[in-house]
C-alpha cells in the first residue's frame, strides 16, 4: 500500500525516499516534472511555482487543497516582505525607454550599427521574436539618440495615430508593436492607408514587428519593396551580452550581482529566445529580496528563478484579491489576451478599480489614461494560471473578442442598427454568455440589448408574414377548389347541352329515319343522361316496336320486349340493352348485355350461327335534367 504525505514533503516518511536517485526519478514520473524541478521544491531554498508545489503534493497523494491555501499565504507574506526602497535597476516586464537610456546595456554593438545605416537610408524594420527586446533597443538604444523622436504603436485606429505622431514634427518616426496593425486593425483601407503615410513620411523611420507577421509584411507590395534592403533580425543575446545587461543596470544604482547568481543567470538565459522579459522581472524580484547592496542567488531562488518569478508574483498578487475581485481579474486578462496576443482594451470599460490597482502594481499589465494592455505577452506562457484559463475555452474567448469588435464598430457607426448580430450568431453568443457568465463592458451590454430586442422584432414580423402567407395559402386553396367546382360545372353543361342537341336531332329524325333516330338517342344518353336524352331512347324504342314479343333470357334480361325487325330495349337494374333487326332471316332475336357503370362493354351472350345482330348498349344511371 502506498504510504500517505503527512503534508511536509520535507520530513515525510513516504517522501523521505527521494533523496535516493531511483525513488527521485519515480516521484518525477508520478509528478509529472523534472527531478531537479522537484528536489528544488523540497528544499526549502526559494518557492516553488503553485503548479510544482501541487504537482509534489499530488505525487505524494498529500492534500491538494491545503497546500494551494498554504502557498498563497506564503506568497502574500512574502511579497509584503519585499525591500523597495531606492531605484530600481530593472524594469521587470516593461521595455527600456528613453529615459532609462542610462540602465539600457547588452545591445550596444546592435545599437551603433543601426544608427550607422539610419545616417544612409531614411528607413529600417527590426524583426525579431516576443520578448527579445525589440521595444527596449529602439526606444533606449536609438530614440534617445535623436532630440525629437516619436514613438507610437498603430493601435486599432492607426491613421489617428500616426497622423497624430507626424504633427509633432519629428526628426526620428519609431513605430513599435507594428503587428497591432494586424491583430487590432480590421479595416484593410485604414492599413492601406496607414502605410502609404508611413512609408512617405518626411523624417526617418524605424519599426519594430514580431517576426511571426512577416508574412503578413509581404501581402502588401509597398511594404515588401520597403523592405527589401531595410531588414535587421534581431536574435538573442550572447553570453558577453547578457553578462553586461545584468551587471550593468545594478551598477548604474549601486548594487553589485552575486559571482554564483550572474553564472546561473547567463547559464539559463543564454540562447533561449523570448527570455528576456523574463530575466528582468527574476532580477527586479531578486533586488527585492538582495542583502544590503547585493543581488545574492538565494535572494533570486526565493524569487522563483526565471522560470518561476513572474508565475509567483501573478499568483501573490492574485491571492490578495477577494472572490468577487479574481473573478474580475480573470475576464479583464482573459479579454486582454483572448488569443494570445496583447491587446489593448478602452480604460473606460474595465470594471474594478482596485483589482487594476493591483494588477499594474504587480506590473502584468499596463495602465494609460485611455487604454489597458498586459505589460508583456510572456505572461501569457510565464503563468501557468492564466494559460489555463486561455486554454479552456478557445472557441468562448475568440466570440467575446468577435463581440467586443462588433460593439465598437456598432458604437463607431453611431449605432447602426444594420452592424447588430442577427440569428445564428445572437444565438452563438447567447449560448456562450450563460454558460460562462462573463464580465461585459458597457457597450458590449447595450450591443447585446440592441440585438436581441431587434430579433424579437425580426421574430415578430416572421411570424406576421407566416400567418399572412398562411391565409392566403388557405384563400388560395379555397379560390383554386371553387374554380375546380365551376369548371367541372361548366364541362357538365356543356356536355348537357350536347346531350339536349343530339335528342333533339334524334326527335327531328324520328319519322324519317327511324334507326338513325334511335342511335341518334343512344348517343345523345351516352353523352349525359338527361330526362330527354332517356325520353328519346325509349320513344325511338317504342316507335320502331310493332307489337312482337321476344324473350331476351339469354342476354340475361329480366324483362319481356318486343321485337319486329326493329330496335328493341330492356333493362336489368340500372343496365339498358338495345336490340336492332339481325341481317339474317332467323326469327330468334339476341341481345347484347350492357355494363354497369363502369362503362365497358360485354360480349353478346348467345348468338346463332349466320347472324349478326346489330347493337347499341350504355350504363344507365339516374337520368338528369
Same mark, same amino acid.
Given at each position: ?16 525516499? !527521494? ?32 503548479? =510544482? ?10 492534500? &491538494? ?25 530593472? $524594469? ?87 503587428? &497591432? ?74 548594487? !553589485? ?80 489576451? =483572448? ?11 474595465? $470594471? ?14 499596463? $495602465? ?23 486554454? &479552456? ?114 326527335? =327531328?329524325? =324520328? ?11 343512344? &348517343? ?12 328519346? $331512347? ?55 348485355? !350492357? ?31
Amino acid at each position: 500500500m502506498t504510504a500517505r504525505c503527512c503534508g511536509s514533503p520535507r520530513t515525510c516518511g513516504s517522501c523521505a525516499p !527521494t533523496r535516493g536517485n531511483r525513488a527521485t526519478g519515480e516521484l518525477s514520473r508520478r509528478a509529472h516534472f523534472s527531478a531537479s524541478t522537484l528536489s528544488d521544491a523540497a528544499g526549502g531554498r526559494k518557492l516553488p511555482g503553485l503548479d =510544482a508545489t501541487l504537482a509534489y503534493v499530488r505525487a505524494c497523494h498529500g492534500d &491538494e487543497a491545503a497546500w494551494e491555501r498554504r502557498w498563497h499565504d506564503l506568497a502574500v507574506v512574502m511579497a509584503q516582505s519585499k525591500v523597495s526602497d531606492g531605484p530600481s535597476p530593472c $524594469v521587470s516586464l516593461n521595455p527600456f525607454t528613453a529615459l532609462d537610456a542610462d540602465r539600457f546595456f547588452g545591445r550596444e554593438a546592435l545599437t551603433h550599427t543601426l544608427l550607422d545605416r539610419l545616417q544612409r537610408q531614411p528607413f529600417l524594420a527590426v524583426f525579431g521574436a516576443s520578448g527579445e527586446g525589440k521595444s527596449s533597443l529602439l526606444k533606449a538604444g536609438i530614440a534617445a539618440k535623436f532630440p525629437d523622436a516619436v514613438v507610437c504603436t498603430p493601435g486599432p485606429d492607426p491613421d489617428a495615430a500616426l497622423a497624430d505622431a507626424l504633427a509633432h514634427g519629428p526628426d526620428l518616426l519609431v513605430v513599435d508593436q507594428f503587428e &497591432e496593425l494586424f491583430t487590432l486593425c480590421e479595416d484593410e483601407v485604414q492599413r492601406t492607408a496607414f502605410l502609404d503615410a508611413l512609408l512617405a513620411a518626411d523624417c526617418r523611420r524605424v519599426i519594430a514587428v514580431r517576426s511571426d507577421f512577416y508574412p503578413q509584411c509581404a501581402q502588401y507590395p509597398k511594404l515588401a519593396e520597403a523592405l527589401t534592403d531595410a531588414q535587421v533580425l534581431l536574435g538573442t543575446m550572447t553570453p558577453d551580452e547578457l553578462r553586461r545587461a545584468i551587471t550593468q543596470p545594478a551598477a548604474s544604482v549601486g548594487c !553589485t550581482v552575486e559571482t554564483a547568481l550572474l553564472t546561473t543567470l547567463v547559464a539559463e538565459a543564454a540562447g533561449r529566445s523570448g527570455v528576456l522579459p523574463l530575466v528582468s522581472h527574476a532580477l527586479l524580484e531578486t533586488w527585492h529580496r538582495r542583502r544590503g547592496n547585493t543581488l545574492t542567488l538565494s535572494g533570486y531562488q526565493a524569487a522563483g528563478g526565471i522560470q518561476g518569478a513572474l508565475a509567483q508574483s501573478a499568483e501573490a498578487a492574485f491571492a490578495t484579491l477577494d472572490d468577487e475581485q479574481q473573478r474580475l481579474a480573470k475576464h479583464l486578462l482573459l479579454r486582454l489576451g =483572448a488569443d494570445g496576443t496583447r491587446r489593448l482594451v478602452p480604460r473606460q470599460d474595465v $470594471v474594478g478599480e482596485e483589482v487594476l490597482d493591483v494588477l499594474a502594481d504587480t506590473r502584468l499589465i499596463t $495602465v494609460d489614461e485611455h487604454t489597458v494592455a498586459v505589460t508583456h505577452e510572456a505572461l501569457f506562457q510565464a503563468w501557468p494560471r492564466l494559460r489555463a484559463w486561455l486554454d &479552456e475555452d478557445h472557441e468562448g474567448l475568440r466570440t467575446h473578442r468577435r463581440l467586443t469588435d462588433a460593439a465598437r464598430t456598432w458604437q463607431e457607426l453611431g449605432r447602426d442598427a444594420g452592424s447588430l448580430y442577427r440569428a445564428t450568431r445572437l444565438a452563438e453568443t447567447t449560448e456562450w454568455l450563460t454558460r460562462a457568465r462573463p464580465e461585459l463592458t458597457g457597450t458590449e451590454r447595450e450591443f447585446i440589448g440592441a440585438s436581441r430586442t431587434l430579433e424579437r422584432r425580426r421574430s415578430r414580423r416572421l411570424r406576421w408574414v407566416a400567418a399572412g402567407l398562411s391565409a392566403l395559402l388557405l384563400a388560395t386553396s379555397a379560390t383554386a377548389v371553387v374554380a375546380v367546382q365551376q369548371r367541372r360545372e361548366v364541362d357538365r353543361l356543356e356536355l348537357v347541352r350536347r346531350s339536349q342537341e343530339l335528342a333533339e336531332t334524334s326527335e =327531328a329524325l =324520328a319519322g324519317s329515319d327511324p334507326e338513325r333516330a334511335a342511335r341518334t338517342a343512344a &348517343e345523345a344518353y351516352r353523352t349525359y343522361p338527361t330526362v330527354k336524352a332517356r325520353g328519346r $331512347v325509349l320513344s325511338a324504342v317504342a316507335a320502331a316496336s310493332r307489337g312482337r314479343e321476344i324473350t331476351a333470357d339469354g342476354a340475361g334480361l329480366g324483362r319481356v320486349l318486343k321485337h319486329n325487325g326493329a330496335w328493341s330495349m330492356g333493362f336489368v337494374g340500372e343496365k339498358i340493352a338495345l336490340m336492332g333487326p339481325t341481317a339474317s332471316t332467323s326469327t330468334t332475336p339476341r341481345a347484347w348485355a !350492357t355494363p354497369g357503370r363502369s362503362g365497358s362493354v360485354t360480349a353478346p351472350a348467345t348468338c346463332s350461327a349466320g347472324t349478326s345482330p346489330r347493337t347499341a348498349a350504355w350504363p344507365c344511371p339516374r337520368a338528369t335534367d
